[in-house]
């Protein structure tokens, strides 16, 4: 009997928020605490990722019966660093202050784990529509969980969101924000957000089936 | 025996499409990169010694030298020169005087120095306006406030400038009255990056001179 697949909208659903890279899988983390200085540079950073991760997920699902399994980890790697490398090279031409901003992190997103992971429990696994699909939903969980990171920091540590100045003279920068340590606080307290709504939607979960099995029983 | 020569065939076509695209992507990238690069150095020579055409009069050791020409006139030198920060490789254009005497301007075009600390050795938009506001770009009053770190490579009050000897040292805690022409002020909590900057200064101007005396002397 053939394996009943997940429906593609929950295929694509699931790297927003039940297998989010960043807040469920804690993939990704060295260019999510780094480059999240302002909010454009997490924009920046998450859509060279994903550019990266679909056009990787595409290539390697195409080709995935024809890579024997010996040598699958060394051919997804330089399948990746050509992708990356293309990006670097674009973003250089055609964005250099991009580039400059995120500086070595684009070269290093050959070794962000969340690409190289997906490759190998996807799109080695499935067709190039469902890679697709998946690659672009983890990509999205990826750059937005990036943006947020990026806007809090920014908004705290310059008064500033996307470069225009929000909060008013009279605020006195958090200078700790744009530092490490504002990065890891931040993602912190988001870390702490999605695990207590996550925690709050089992339980909510758990007392409805509690609930419907209770009004079975009576019946 | 199959299995091995299948791995290897894999590994070398893979190996070679990667080349192939990268080369193809190269390509076409290669001369943008060049040109953005250009247009920014060009910029920072137009900002640092106004009015005149750079021609380039040294290019060795990982220095290259332009003197600012005005007709016949010299206005000033512009120096590219780079070294090591708290992190990774600080890029800086320098501006000396015409006779090489004083430090007329720094400019930091790439660093990868702490956000917040290290990165005020850079010029900021609001810098980059005022002194383009100001006539003699000596905004000496400003000297002495750790954001301002990049301004007293311009001026730091009364005319004076830092001297292009090679003999720049790092100071703190000093006042703008205190501060004499071989002394910068370090940033509070980023000696690192302050040293750093003074460092490429000083070993830039002491490179541009053996070169050019190397020349025959300018």
Redesign the interface.
């Given at each position: 009997m053939a394996k009943k697949q997940t429906p593609i909208g929950t295929e694509f659903m699931k790297g927003l928020w039940d297998q989010n890279p960043v807040l469920k899988a804690l993939l990704g983390l060295c260019p999510t605490l780094a480059v999240t200085?302002s909010a454009m540079n997490g924009v920046g950073m998450g859509v060279a990722t994903t550019f990266v991760l679909v056009c990787a997920s595409l290539l390697i699902s195409l080709v995935r019966k024809?890579?024997?399994t010996?040598?699958r980890i060394?051919?997804f790697i330089?399948?990746i660093?050509?992708f990356v490398?293309?990006v670097d090279?674009?973003m250089?031409?055609?964005f250099?202050a991009m580039s400059?901003s995120l500086?070595?992190f684009i070269p290093l997103i050959v070794v962000n784990c969340l690409i190289l992971g997906r490759q190998e429990a996807f799109a080695s696994k499935n067709n190039p529509f469902r890679s697709i699909v998946d690659a672009v939903g983890m990509g999205l969980g990826f750059t937005l969980t990036l943006t947020v990171l990026g806007a809090v920091r920014e908004l705290l540590?310059n008064r500033t969101m996307f470069g225009f100045q929000v909060l008013p003279d009279a605020f006195e920068p958090w200078?700790v924000m744009?530092?490490p340590a504002g990065a890891f606080l931040t993602l912190g307290f988001m870390l702490g957000a999605v695990n207590t709504i996550t925690h709050r939607r089992e339980q909510a979960a758990i007392a409805t089936r509690r609930a419907a099995s209770l009004t079975v029983k009576e019946a | 025996m199959k299995i091995t020569l299948h791995m290897l065939a894999t590994l070398i076509v893979v190996g070679m499409l990667s080349g192939g695209a990268l080369s193809l992507v190269n390509d076409h990238a290669a001369p943008l990169i060049a040109e953005n690069e250009r247009k920014e150095r060009d910029a920072a020579i137009a900002f640092l010694v106004p009015g005149g055409t750079p021609t380039e009069m040294v290019n060795a050791e990982g220095l290259t030298a332009w003197e600012v020409l005005n007709g016949e006139t010299s206005l000033g030198w512009v120096i590219q020169y780079a070294g090591i920060g708290f992190q990774a490789e600080i890029k800086t254009m320098i501006a000396l005087d015409s006779e090489r005497k004083d430090v007329r301007g720094v400019m930091v075009i790439t660093d990868s120095e702490t956000p917040g600390l290290g990165t005020w050795i850079r010029l900021s938009g609001e810098q980059k306006e005022a002194l383009l506001a100001s006539d003699s770009r000596d905004l000496g009053d400003e000297v002495g406030i750790a954001q301002n770190f990049p301004l007293q490579f311009f001026g730091f009050g009364g005319g004076q400038h830092l001297s292009a000897a090679g003999d720049l040292k790092v100071v703190k805690g000093k006042t703008r009255a205190q501060l004499g022409t071989s002394e910068v002020q370090a940033i509070t909590a980023a000696t690192i990056s302050s040293v750093a900057v003074t460092d490429i200064v000083n070993a830039a101007v002491i490179k541009l001179d053996r070169l050019l005396a190397g020349q025959g002397g300018v």
């Open positions: 200085t024809a890579i024997p010996q040598v060394a051919s330089v399948v660093a050509t490398t293309i090279l674009e250089k031409a055609l250099p400059k500086g070595a540590g200078i744009i530092l | -």
